[in-house]
């Protein structure tokens, strides 16, 4: 069993940086693949960004060049870097695990998943 536990959301103006993270339980940690996805009020939950075990990454096209996901596997911790935050990014952020080592894009690849963060992004 893994548990995901996130960190770091909070309320901030337009154009700030926020540092999301997540710490898993588990001694697999390394050989998952890890994605950040996020949901707004009314708006289905959404991948933000993933990384694979060896460290590949992807992001949806309007995270591009403003948000980076990362791991350190020695400490169990993925971390979300947003810059450039717009009102538009204002919403829960979820951590999730999956046991596919591959990226993944869709919550049906990911077992496990965090209580959520919330992002809260004002104009």
């Known amino acids: 069993q893994v548990q995901l536990v996130e960190s770091g959301g909070g309320l901030v103006q337009a154009g700030a940086s926020l540092r999301l993270s997540c710490a898993a339980s588990g001694r697999m940690f390394s050989m998952y693949s890890m994605g950040w996805f996020r949901q707004a009020p009314g708006k289905e939950r959404e991948l933000v960004a993933a990384i694979s075990s060896g460290g590949s990454t992807l992001y949806a096209d309007s995270m591009k060049g403003r948000f980076t996901i990362s791991r350190d596997n020695a400490k169990n911790m993925v971390y979300l870097q947003m810059n450039s935050l717009k009102p538009d990014d204002t919403a829960v952020y979820y951590c999730?695990?999956?046991?596919?080592?591959?990226?993944?894009?869709?919550?049906?690849?990911?077992?496990?998943w965090g209580q959520g963060t919330q992002v809260t992004v004002s104009s």
């Open positions: 999730a695990g999956s046991t596919y080592g591959g990226l993944r894009r869709t919550e049906n690849d990911y077992g496990y």
